[in-house]
């Protein structure tokens, strides 16, 4: 333990001492951080044949037999700690001939395989050996049709990659979020293409479509036992994308989708149920809806008491009766201009509450949705993935808070069965599955943030909120309390100074000197002279004590610096000041309304040209250092932890971005301007794997972490990127 903390510290030498002193205590580890310490130093070779001559001597079997090679037998007769022991000489073996393009693939697959025969209930060598199949399936598929494998074809390797990644989450839950989203995805495509010619082909072969047919059996038949054994909470954290896929074209697919939802509700109810709320409240037939109805018979069926005394039917009804009403609270009233009403829940919403509270499901608020993981592999089957005092919607309060933009969407106050309030915002006309599938990404942003020593040092973190969606067109979100839009600050700070913006004019006046590169002096003097900077006065009013406004203005700059970079990666546009707010708490940056994704920006009228929102004001309130000090260093953590978990976002959005569901994927009209606009799915994963590796458009060499945050902050702060915004962003505030 102490030469892998100096190892990870860089402490070379006190790294050696210690394994010097550790193989002289009879520590066989000792030889694993001995050949990493000699690939640490460049001396490939020599760690590779450290590593192979160890194993081959079975030098991790000192205690009951040195002399004896690795069997079947042996393995058996070995103690848990000397497999595993082995196992990670093994896959560390692997790993550096992989990387070091030493071995051929057929003898490269044999190294990966032998870590899991090893040491069977080890998670990390089951993920890596789907890893391997991951990477032959990806490299298959830039193949021509006609050079593509059988064992491609027939959807073998994805069942492989598959196996592997569900024996690894019945180990552990450390790969979670890489294994389990791509596992459902590579599932419900190979149940879709059963029937579907190869790419590029005509017609299919019989024999090609009875061996998929096979292939599909043989997964389903290890999928049934894995259904049964795996713990219900690994499966609520992907509900939302199982959910999403009821629909599917295979019916044995679908059979089994209905066992997992079944399983996830049966042992979650209270939370899960807000979960599949949107499939309960499907109103248009069709072949979604008659699953729904499947679905939810099934789960009446359930005869067994959950959660103490209740029947699952009982929730069921619950969960319905109180969707109804928020429905309808989200459709009623009349409410016209645009301000920001105060109205009645019985009398103006027409809202029932002897028909729906007390609700037995959770309040539905982040920290009451959100499932925990085990800390220790070992307690996977054991772990209680939600606190034991769940607190439910006991009512709701009679005054809502109608607030003045387009869709009119309403501020309810519930009451938790704690006795606290708690606001949620019941939002009609928005579909918000991808704003709830967002938020799930943002969470595991959160986690890589709190793992990393550096960023976790500096709390870094992104501010994320539940949001359930009703139906396709309603839904929930938390209302996050003590928040205020950018936008109001500023105004309010320049009214003060009387200072107040002539929208027409400002236009007039960014669009000449957009005109030209001579004139953009009409924007950095003229318009940016009319707004001298304001945002650090809103610090200083209202953090009066020293100490909490340094920590107020550090928050800030950091967060501000974590969801500029996660932005960019996003393609996170539309970033105006009604949708970037501050924390009067602490001073953090929250970001809402994440609607124009996917540099759906480029497609405006007028072309958003900045990557984030990083005005003049902005970078007034980071300090004397501006841009240059914790703002940049935070942008570069988080750019990098993006770059090393690169695996795991892009197994996120793939699942979402693929998702027949979501509005990605339906022809849409930009709400800019009435032009259809129509997401390639495969090019918005290109593009969004091109700027996790640091590659800028056009180009194919790719920048530094360092290199890629200084293009970006140069193009954020660019006057010609700001002129030429449309003038709802308000470059000038």
């Known amino acids: ?40 130093d460049n001396s490939h070779r020599k760690a590779i044949q450290m590593l192979q001559g160890a194993i081959e001597q079975n030098k991790f079997m000192t205690q009951t037999n040195p002399s004896a090679s690795i069997s079947i037998t042996n393995i058996s007769k070995m103690t848990a700690e000397q497999r595993l022991l082995t196992a990670r000489a093994q896959l560390l073996l692997a790993k550096w001939l992989d990387g070091a393009g030493q071995s051929n693939a057929s003898a490269l697959r044999e190294k990966y395989q032998q870590p899991p025969k090893t040491h069977s209930s080890w998670e990390k060598g089951h993920y890596y050996l789907g890893r391997h199949y991951k990477k032959i399936l990806e490299a298959e598929k830039l193949q021509k049709v006609d050079d593509q494998s059988d064992n491609y074809l027939t959807g073998e390797i994805s069942r492989l990659v598959i196996e592997n990644y569900v024996r690894s989450l019945n180990s552990g839950t450390k790969y979670l979020y890489q294994t389990l989203p791509r596992v459902l995805t590579l599932w419900l495509d190979l149940g879709a293409n059963l029937d579907k010619p190869p790419e590029g082909k005509g017609t299919m072969s019989r024999e090609l479509h009875k061996r998929r047919g096979e292939q599909l059996g043989l997964l389903h038949a290890f999928l049934d036992k894995y259904i049964q054994r795996l713990p219900a909470y690994v499966f609520y954290t992907a509900l939302s994308q199982i959910v999403a896929r009821i629909a599917h074209q295979n019916e044995l697919v679908f059979s089994r989708l209905r066992r997992i939802i079944v399983k996830v509700v049966e042992a979650h109810p209270r939370q899960a149920i807000w979960g599949i709320i949107g499939i309960i409240t499907i109103r248009p037939p069709g072949e979604r809806k008659n699953r729904a109805l499947d679905i939810i018979k099934t789960l009446r069926a359930v005869t067994r008491k959950v959660e103490g005394s209740y029947d699952l039917a009982t929730l069921l009804k619950a969960g319905e009766r109180l969707a109804s009403q928020l429905l309808d609270a989200c459709q009623a009233g009349d409410f016209h201009g645009n301000k920001t009403v105060r109205a009645s829940l019985t009398k103006d919403l027409r809202f029932s509450h002897a028909k729906c509270t007390p609700c037995p499901l959770v309040v539905p608020v982040d920290s009451y949705l959100t499932a925990t993981l085990p800390a220790v592999s070992d307690h996977v089957k054991k772990h209680s993935a939600f606190s034991r005092d769940i607190v439910t919607v006991d009512g709701f309060l009679d005054e809502v808070l109608v ?39 943002n969470g595991i942003i959160n986690r890589s943030l709190k793992r990393d020593a550096e960023s976790s040092r500096r709390q870094l973190y992104i501010r994320t909120y539940a949001v359930v969606p009703l139906n396709e067109e309603c839904g929930i979100i938390e209302w996050v309390p003590g928040i205020r839009t950018m936008r109001d600050i500023l105004l309010n700070l320049y009214t003060a100074r009387k200072i107040y913006p002539d929208y027409m004019l400002l236009k007039q006046l960014m669009d000449e000197a957009s005109a030209s590169e001579s004139r953009i002096r009409i924007f950095t003097d003229d318009v940016l002279g009319r707004f001298p900077a304001v945002l650090q006065m809103w610090f200083i009013q209202q953090f009066p004590n020293p100490s909490t406004w340094f920590a107020a203005r550090l928050r800030y700059t950091r967060s501000c610096a974590v969801m500029s970079m996660v932005g960019t990666i996003l393609g996170l546009g539309d970033r105006h000041g009604e949708n970037v707010n501050l924390e009067e708490g602490n001073g953090g940056v929250f970001h809402v309304d994440f609607n124009c994704l996917f540099d759906k920006g480029l497609t405006f009228a007028k072309p958003e040209r900045v990557p984030f929102r990083l005005t003049h004001n902005m970078v007034a309130a980071m300090g004397i250092y501006g841009y240059e000090g914790p703002f940049r260093k935070s942008s570069e953590l988080t750019l990098s932890i993006c770059r090393q978990q690169e695996e795991t976002l892009m197994t996120i959005f793939e699942s979402f971005i693929y998702d027949p569901t979501l509005d990605l994927q339906k022809e849409k009209k930009s709400n800019k301007r009435d032009v259809v606009v129509k997401l390639q799915p495969q090019s918005v994963v290109d593009s969004i794997r091109r700027k996790v590796r640091g590659l800028l458009p056009n180009e194919s060499i790719p920048l530094s972490v360092e290199g890629q945050v200084e293009e970006l902050i140069k193009q954020a702060v660019d006057p010609r990127n700001l002129t030429a915004m449309y003038i709802g962003w308000c470059p000038f505030l």
């Open 1 to 40: 333990m102490s030469a892998r903390l100096a190892r990870k510290a860089n402490a070379k030498n006190q790294s050696f001492s210690a394994v010097l002193r550790a193989s002289q205590l009879g520590d066989d580890s000792a030889i694993i951080e001995n050949a990493k310490l000699l690939w640490r």
């Open 403 to 441: 607030l003045s933009s387009l869709a009119k969407p309403r501020r309810l106050t519930a009451r938790g069965s704690d006795g606290k309030t708690y606001m949620l915002l019941i939002k009609p006309k928005d579909d918000l599955r991808t704003d709830q599938r967002l938020m799930e990404f």
